[in-house]
């Protein structure tokens, strides 16, 4: 026989099969389901006060209901939602449960000033630091009594005077570290550790473009030397110097572990190869063992069993970290339960702010007009010198940050706090989501809705920020959206408006203030030192991007030149100093 008539008579067979009674009637029962299902769900009801309930998609599979569409595209479906429902808000079912998103201003505004005992966080925030920051089942009990503590200690200690101490701890290593961002040196040996997971490269002195600054240039990947500069300078000043130094190779783990984030809240199985699942169960492992063997150490130095020489410095440690120790070991929980903890708050505190630095700079060096606006605007604030030295005149030593003033920058420096505001609007996110433990009404200009004791209620930012109903053309960068006149017409100033900073509703952990500051501080500092450029004097060209819960990230890297920043203030100087010698 040919083999060639194999196909045919397996058709025959599968058609001879799915004619058989039991074959057909399996397929007209779910079809009936599905159908059946679909044309009996979604809509919204009306109530006796006059409110309604939020808009509910229709679905195709009972119970699963919109997961099948959220698993592998959430930020598409609730996109395509958020354009199909113009009142503000939607819901979705999911196993039976009912989840509603809000994105329109005046309605996330209710929601969120609502009470824990109506619109409750703390469900969600539990559920997260079991499916990504590896919280076990025999701790939760215990995580539950410290909760409330912990959480009023990180606000206390995120805010106010506080975090005023923090910026200035956190100027004092970055002031240091800034001139070293990149050595400029052919050796990777001699690289830093954030050089060298930027694949950094000396371009050679004939191969720059003739608009290049005459100085020497490094070639690198953008992206992964600001945010492992940025991580590994930043937190010192929080975890200590021994945390930085002694897990050096923690932050490519932490990277992946970022990436993974949704696949592991939606607790995606090892199996599902496409959407990283096993990457990130890896990565959390590694990032967790970590955070296990600080706590280790903390519990040693507080018995006074610490003899190791790699953990000395513990009085480089935050007030922050402590206080939360002291909330750890009044309420007993385990050093698991306090790694996973902190491993929330190290996620906090860097996914959003390592991201939005680095689009900052990216959307900064990209507009060279506003790139000098910028930097006029920030020179009072952001003070660079040329350092005195005792070498020959010969050596050119590198100018320096002296000084920087975080709250002028804020606060006189409106271009700069537009960019950041544009950038969070861009590529930032956030996302709240409470249980409801009271019935609640939603009110609008024209209509009330009802939110129903035991469902969910989520906000995510970039549903607001992405609509183009209210910002034109969203995926474009630009900060004319957020400038405006004050009050005597004279002077511009930044608005926030309606773009909302991520939270810490996920961890708890409010970081938007601190993040703010970050993002003004390494932003000043960086473009006062350094030039950037597209690799021989090119076109800028971004990669996709990929869209997370709080940040936004490239799928390939973004490779540039990077030289040191040389303007006639710097040259006056270097004289000066030459005369001074002579």
């Known amino acids: 026989m040919d083999g060639r008539q194999v196909v045919p008579t397996d058709l025959a067979s599968l058609i001879r099969d799915l004619q058989e009674p039991t074959s057909l009637g399996i397929i007209c029962t779910v079809l009936v389901v599905l159908l059946t299902t679909r044309f009996l769900t979604g809509g919204s009801s009306t109530f006796k006060d006059g409110s309604k309930s939020p808009p509910l998609a229709p679905y195709w599979i009972p119970l699963l209901g919109h997961l099948p569409r959220l698993y592998f595209s959430p930020s598409w479906a609730l996109t395509r939602l958020r354009n199909r429902y113009s009142e503000g808000l939607f819901s979705i079912r999911v196993f039976g449960n009912t989840h509603t998103f809000i994105f329109k201003p005046d309605l996330v505004a209710t929601l969120l000033q609502q009470p824990g005992s109506v619109a409750d966080k703390q469900p969600f925030a539990r559920h997260l630091l079991v499916s990504n920051f590896g919280l076990s089942g025999a701790d939760v009990e215990a995580y539950d009594k410290a909760a409330a503590d912990l959480q009023r200690v990180t606000e206390e200690y995120l805010s106010g005077s506080h975090l005023a101490n923090l910026s200035k701890a956190t100027f004092k290593d970055l002031k240091y570290a800034a001139p070293d961002l990149v050595s400029f040196n052919s050796y990777p040996i001699d690289h830093a550790d954030w050089e060298r997971l930027a694949n950094a490269v000396k371009v050679a002195e004939d191969a720059q473009d003739s608009k290049a600054a005459k100085t020497s240039t490094m070639a690198v990947d953008f992206v992964e030397l600001i945010k492992n500069f940025v991580a590994r300078t930043a937190n010192v000043a929080i975890f200590g110097a021994d945390f930085i130094e002694n897990f050096a190779e923690l932050w490519p783990h932490f990277w992946q572990f970022d990436n ?46 610490n003899k190791e020489p790699r953990w000395q410095d513990f009085h480089t440690v935050s007030p922050l970290i402590k206080a939360r120790l002291e909330v750890f070991r009044k309420h007993g929980l385990s050093v698991n339960a306090r790694a996973s903890c902190d491993l929330a708050l190290l996620w906090s505190l860097n996914a959003s702010s390592t991201s939005l630095i680095s689009w900052s700079l990216i959307e900064l060096y990209r507009d060279p007009l506003l790139l000098e606006i910028v930097r006029k605007e920030i020179a009072p604030f952001a003070k660079v010198i040329q350092p005195k030295h005792e070498f020959s005149v010969a050596v050119w030593v590198p100018p320096k940050i002296e000084s920087v003033d975080v709250d002028g920058l804020a606060t006189k420096c409106p271009h700069l706090m537009a960019a950041y505001i544009e950038t969070m609007r861009r590529y930032g996110g956030g996302w709240s989501a409470s249980l409801l433990r009271e019935d609640m009404t939603l009110k609008s200009d024209k209509s009330s809705y ?31 959206r ?101």
Request: proline share 6%; no cysteine; charged share 25%.
């Open 260 to 305: 993974s984030f949704l696949t592991l809240a939606l607790n995606v199985p090892i199996w599902v190869p496409w959407l990283g699942g096993q990457r990130g169960r890896m990565a959390l492992r590694s990032v967790l063992g970590f955070m296990r063997e600080y706590h280790d150490a903390w519990e040693k130095q507080l018995n006074q069993e």
């Open 450 to 480: 009802s939110l129903k004791k035991g469902t969910f209620a989520h906000v995510l930012n970039d549903l607001h920020h992405s609509d183009p109903k209210s910002f034109p053309k969203p995926k474009d960068w630009n900060i004319e």
């Open 482 to 582: 957020h400038l405006e006149a004050d009050q005597t017409g004279k002077t511009q100033i930044a608005s926030m408006g309606s773009v909302r900073p991520n939270d810490g509703s996920m961890t708890l952990s409010d970081d938007s203030e601190i993040t703010m500051r970050n993002v003004l501080l390494f932003t000043s500092v960086i473009i006062s030192l350094y030039d950037v450029q597209p690799p021989d004097g090119g076109e800028w060209s971004l990669p996709w991007i990929s869209k997370g819960p709080v940040s936004s990230s490239l799928v390939r890297p973004l490779r540039v030149w990077i030289s040191r920043r040389v303007t006639s203030e710097n040259v006056r100087e270097y004289l000066e100093n030459i005369m001074g010698e002579k």
